[in-house]
């Protein structure tokens, strides 16, 4: 089960094919989500979350908090969709799009994927690429 909620100015649409396509993706990887919750929020939020459970000063795009086990997926991820439409901006893509891609790069985390060091990072964004244009 895959769940949303919205304290962000910004808006969300197409949830239901979202939750298709984040779907697709888990069971790509060989691995069915039992329960996945986002937040989204905005800068100030998403920094309050960094701080506390991360122990950072910075703004960040997404975080993954991860309570999985097995091939079954859980978690909650928190996106600032003010950092995705600045993203969005900057990388010149659409708003949508960008945060397609950290959608995917969150649950990602969730199937054992992690970015820690340049190789990591390599393969992570591959696999957001490919999630992005395939499915």
């Known amino acids: 089960m895959i769940t949303f909620q919205n304290t962000s100015k910004f808006k969300v649409k197409d949830l239901r094919k979202k939750k298709l396509w984040l779907n697709s993706i888990s069971n790509n990887e060989g691995k069915k989500i039992e329960s996945l919750s986002f937040l989204f929020v905005d800068d100030e939020e998403i920094l309050k979350y960094n701080k506390k459970y991360l122990q950072h000063e ?78």
């Open 58 to 135: 910075s703004y960040t795009d997404v975080i993954t908090f991860d309570s999985s086990a097995d091939k079954k997926i859980a978690g909650d991820i928190i996106i600032s969709l003010e950092r995705v439409n600045d993203n969005a901006k900057f990388y010149q893509v659409s708003y949508n799009y960008e945060l397609q891609r950290v959608m995917a790069h969150g649950l990602l985390h969730l199937l054992g994927y992690n970015d820690k060091n340049k190789e990591e990072k390599k393969i992570i964004r591959k696999k957001e690429n490919y999630y992005l244009d395939n499915i």
